[in-house]
């Protein structure tokens, strides 16, 4: 059993930046793809980035050159850094294990609003 605690979410103003967290438990989390999603009011959860247990990522089109995804096997966590945030990018944050996803954390909310 894998449980995930997402952190770090809030309000930003467009162009600033945020980095959200997500804390594992269980074991084998470096054998695990690790990946983070997000759902905005009446839209469907869309994928923003994965990092897979090799260490490679990759990015959902909308966030790629903003975002970054990046593990610390060592202290299990996934982080989220996100850079020149827009409006768009106003979603609720989803921590996920697997590929496909099977395991979720509780979300955390990101807000981008002047």
């Known amino acids: 059993q894998v449980q995930l605690v997402e952190s770090g979410g809030g309000l930003v103003q467009p162009g600033g930046s945020l980095r959200v967290s997500c804390a594992a438990s269980?074991?084998?989390?470096?054998?695990?793809?690790m990946g983070w999603y997000r759902q905005a009011p009446g839209k469907q959860r869309e994928l923003v980035a994965v990092i897979f247990r090799s260490g490679s990522t990759t990015y959902a089109g909308p966030v790629k050159g903003r975002f970054t995804i990046s593990r610390d096997n060592a202290k299990k966590m996934v982080y989220l850094q996100m850079n020149s945030l827009k409006p768009e990018d106003t979603a609720v944050y989803y921590c996920a294990s697997g590929t496909p996803p099977r395991y979720w954390g509780q979300g955390t909310q990101v807000t981008v609003s002047s």
């Open positions: 269980g074991s084998d989390f470096s054998l695990a793809d």
